[in-house]
């Protein structure tokens, strides 16, 4: 079985480039089935000892001509294989090397490089795919100043756009064809690049900076598809004006272009100038898109603008810093949504996506630090570990240095790298100047992985009047880090007493300040004395850390900090505690073949939460919302039995729904909307809130309760609603379900972002039945394995989302999940390697779903001819 396997690429080897580019023009002709493209490289040996032989990446490419400093190159003056091009003798002067080469847009189904999507060509260059449009030291670590010249049939792509602003264009006499040329003045790494051309429509809007410069903006779509934009151009000029306020970054370009295509491996891309996006994250109506919808959409073309910044203008030495440039904007991000719409909501659907994702990664096989020490396929990197887990360290990072001493780092790291492709040590040496401290051991929380534990242990003595807090942490070990050394973990704490958050005359031990606790080393003991009574304590508020925290406290404590608490964050968490406990002894319960116990005093809580008035409905909402099953599996840790879990939350929801129908009555009555749809926070809480009562109301079963629900999704005037109420038939394997898929189908049948939700549901519906209803829908007209978003949305869903027919005790789910993904693999690799790690957790599975699932992954690892992408990712969940 030990095959090849590509090789091991490690930061320690990282070396500067030994030639730089200064300028790239580039001229393209584009053409569906050979588009050629004459590159020019004013190349220059690196002043910092580089020189010598020149080493280009290429993959996929047809060379067509060289040329160096004018003169053809021969065959014997350079050396081609199949990722790239030498030339050993190389003069020791700047040099302008010249290259043709020709692709074939139409076959690229790897969507990296340039590609056709529904017949618009458009590029993605994140990580490595410029080699596939030329050859080129494709590092980003070589900047350079690129100048475009497009050209193409004016009837197929009267839109032709690259990076920068736009220069000059006209027709090309009597060809048919016309060209576009623009120029980026801002030196970029090639990952950067992009260019499209096509028939697209354009949205337009303007811009005024801060400095009174405006800017043009436009937003381009497929035709038919412009009133769907309205939302994303609302979004980026908000995006705009915020990064100037928040962080004192204007905009450098004359024109911000953003074009949705279809067929995209990703969310979005930030290349300089023209950001590329899949259309889900753009197009949006209140008929086809809904709340979770618009809020993805005005996160992602946040995220993608405040790349301007963080990434483009200071870019990443290389890509094992990529959380540089990720962590940065997913933190920035957040932030603006936190800005836009609740601060605490906010932050509870972050710390949810970064538990379900980060924790359940960090806690497997694929588990890497934020700041990687090797790989063998980057595209395997743009994990939630990078981007979220890094996120979380940025924040820490301003909590334990205070809001001052971050904001004036970012200008120093802005003012001190800007232009530059820098590293981790230098974004953090900013910060140890603006601060005054010592980072070092903040640091390891780049370079150590695996989700750190934290246990407190709470003790009150009422004869001194004091409350001794001792807290220990320790992180478990992952994969090649058997051992690790205690991080700092910023624990912001409050001690609430019956009147709210109480005061202690003094505190004794270290780390304290203020409402901060720094866990510095192992273990450390804390002493609060001169309290009036016993506290609860509320530790690690805001989710101040990305850390298990363990605690002393009971389910009374909990429920206490669940009404009292003055952090919301802490009354949503402990609420959720509680919940996870139930949910854990419930499967704990039934799978020992019993009945698992309710918890009137949870109920009592879970109600006075629903019902408080004062509270953002939003907030109630999330509250509603029980821990998920991959949330109970995290907590369990070994031996899991998913479908013990599902029943268990089969059983607490419909606990839930029968217990408070009275209140869930009350508030699906009463929080009508009687108004046309907005999707502002406000709007959006209100019907998250509706639907979650209704969602429990139906767990029960009760005929009027689905009967509601199947009014609720026939008389829904928008996609929120209605989705809501198809969810729920579906989910409660109701009769008028078929009926309601039906009729949601017809309505939908040409709308291919919508049918992908239709796709999810049914592929995330309960019941043995699903996996044979997954194949059939494969064979559905609208279903294509080339559109990732179908893939995801069927395929991806199934695996992901639906835990107890994924892990089908027969294995099945896993094989139909191996045998689509290595279907894929063939054309479009970064996709197959995704839908692989699914399979991530298959080591804490009971043992009968563990053989299955390692017998599935051991056949996919012994097949010939894998990509380096599906082989990394089932390799490594091997080992
Ligand atoms: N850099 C993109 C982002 O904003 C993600 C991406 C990576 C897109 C690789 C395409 C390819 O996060
Ligand atoms: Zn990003």
Redesign the pocket.
């Known amino acids: 079985m030990a095959k090849d396997q590509a090789p091991v690429i490690r930061l320690e080897d990282y070396r500067p480039p030994a030639w730089l580019v200064d300028t790239v023009e580039m001229d393209v002709r584009l053409d569906p089935a050979r588009t050629e493209i004459l590159t020019r490289l004013a190349i220059r040996p690196n002043p910092a000892g580089g020189g010598g032989p020149l080493r280009l990446d290429g993959e996929d490419l047809e060379l067509v001509w060289l040329k160096l400093d004018g003169r053809r190159l021969a065959a014997g003056d350079y050396r081609l294989d199949e990722s790239g091009l030498s030339i050993a003798s190389m003069p020791d002067t700047a040099a302008v090397l010249e290259i043709a080469t020709a692709v074939d847009p139409s076959a690229n189904t790897r969507l990296m490089g340039l590609y056709r999507s529904n017949g618009i060509y458009c590029t993605?260059c994140?990580?490595e795919g410029f080699r596939r449009i030329t050859f080129y030291p494709d590092r980003p670590d070589v900047l350079a100043v690129f100048t475009v010249r497009l050209e193409a049939d004016k009837v197929a792509a009267p839109v032709l756009l690259a990076n920068g602003n736009p220069v000059e264009s006209g027709d090309i006499a009597g060809t048919g064809r016309h060209y576009a040329v623009w120029h980026d003045p801002h030196p970029k790494p090639c990952y950067l690049f992009a260019m499209v051309a096509g028939d697209l429509g354009r949205v337009g809007d303007t811009f005024v900076t801060a400095s009174g410069r405006t800017v043009d903006l436009g937003i381009y779509v497929e035709r038919g598809k412009e009133d769907r934009c309205g939302y994303a151009m609302d979004a980026l000029k908000r995006s705009m004006r915020w990064d100037e306020t928040a962080f004192g970054r204007e905009y450098d370009l004359d024109v911000f272009n953003i074009v949705a295509v279809s067929d995209f491996?990703?969310?979005?891309?930030?290349n300089k100038g023209l950001n590329i996006f899949n259309d889900k994250y753009v197009l949006a109506s209140p008929e086809t898109a809904t709340d979770a919808d618009y809020a993805n959409i005005e996160a992602i073309i946040a995220?993608?603008y405040f790349?301007n910044w963080t990434g483009n203008r200071i870019t990443c030495r290389d890509w094992f810093q990529l959380c540089l440039k990720?962590g940065l904007t997913v933190f920035r991000d957040q932030e603006f949504s936190a800005d836009m719409r609740s601060r605490p909501v906010e932050r509870i659907a972050d710390v949810r996506t970064l538990k379900a994702h980060q924790f359940v990664e960090d806690a497997g096989p694929l588990a890497h630090p934020v700041r990687p020490e090797s790989y063998r396929e980057i595209n395997n990197f743009?994990t939630a570990t990078v981007y979220e887990k890094g996120a979380e360290v940025i924040r820490m990072l301003k909590v334990l240095i205070g809001d001052a001493a971050f904001r004036a780092g970012m200008d120093l790291y802005f003012a001190r790298h800007d232009g530059e492709a820098a590293t981790i040590e230098d974004f953090l040496a900013c910060f140890a100047e603006t601060s005054g401290r010592d980072l070092t051991q903040f640091k390891l929380w780049y370079s150590q992985s695996g989700t750190p534990e934290v246990t407190a242990t709470g003790r009150w003595d009422a004869s001194t009047s004091s409350y001794e807090l001792t807290l220990e942490q320790s992180c478990p070990p992952t994969p090649g880090q058997p051992v690790k050394q205690p991080m700092v973990i910023p624990i912001r704490f409050g001690l609430i007493g019956s009147g709210g958050d109480m005061q202690p005359a003094v505190v004794e031990g270290d780390g304290v300040t203020g409402d901060l606790i720094e866990l510095r080393a192992a273990r450390q003991r804390i002493v609060f004395r001169g309290l009036a009574e016993r506290p609860v304590p509320s530790l690690l508020r805001g989710f101040s850390a990305p850390v298990k925290l363990t605690t002393n406290l009971d389910d009374d404590d909990l429920l206490f900090a669940a009404a009292r608490d003055s952090d919301p964050f802490n009354r949503w968490q402990a609420l959720q505690s509680v919940a996870t406990r139930l949910l854990t002894d419930a499967q704990a319960a039934i799978r020992a073949g019993g009945a698992p116990a309710a918890d009137a005093r949870f109920l009592a809580s879970l109600r006075r939460t629903a019902e408080s008035a004062d509270l953002d409905p939003a907030f109630r909402a999330q509250a509603l919302h029980l821990p998920t099953q991959a949330d109970i599996a995290r907590d369990i840790g070994r031996e899991v039995d998913p479908a013990a879990i599902h029943a268990a939350e089969d059983w607490l929801r419909g606990l839930i729904g029968a217990s408070l129908a009275d209140t869930l009555r009350a508030l699906y009555g009463g929080l009508a909307l009687n108004a046309p749809y907005t999707p502002d926070a406000a709007a959006a809480g209100r019907r998250a809130l509706r639907n979650a009562a209704l969602s429990l109301l139906s767990a029960t079963g009760d005929a009027a309760d689905i009967e509601m629900a199947e009014r609720h999704f026939r008389n829904a005037d928008n996609m929120t609603d209605r989705l809501a109420g198809l969810q729920i038939l579906v989910r409660a394997g109701a009769e008028a379900a078929e009926a309601a898929l039906a009729a949601f189908h017809d309505r939908y049948r040409d709308d291919p972002l919508v049918l992908d939700k239709w796709f999810t549901i049914q592929a995330t519906a309960p019941g043995e039945a699903t996996l044979g209803r997954v194949i059939e829908l494969m064979r559905h007209p609208a279903f294509a394995l080339s559109n990732p978003n179908r893939v995801r949305a069927l395929i991806g869903a199934f695996a992901s989302g639906n835990p107890a027919q994924f892990n089908r005790p027969d294995g099945a789910g896993y094989r139909l999940l191996g045998e689509v993904a290595t279907q894929i693999d063939r054309s479009n690799p970064q996709l197959a390697a995704r839908l692989l790690s699914a399979f991530r957790s298959w080591r804490v599975l009971e043992p009968v779903r563990r053989a299955a699932a390692r017998a599935e992954l051991e056949r996919i690892a012994s097949l010939d001819g894998l990509s380096r992408d599906t082989s990394d990712i089932v390799r490594r969940s091997l080992e």
């Open positions: 993605q994140e990580a491996n990703m969310g979005a891309m930030e995220h993608e790349h990720e743009y």
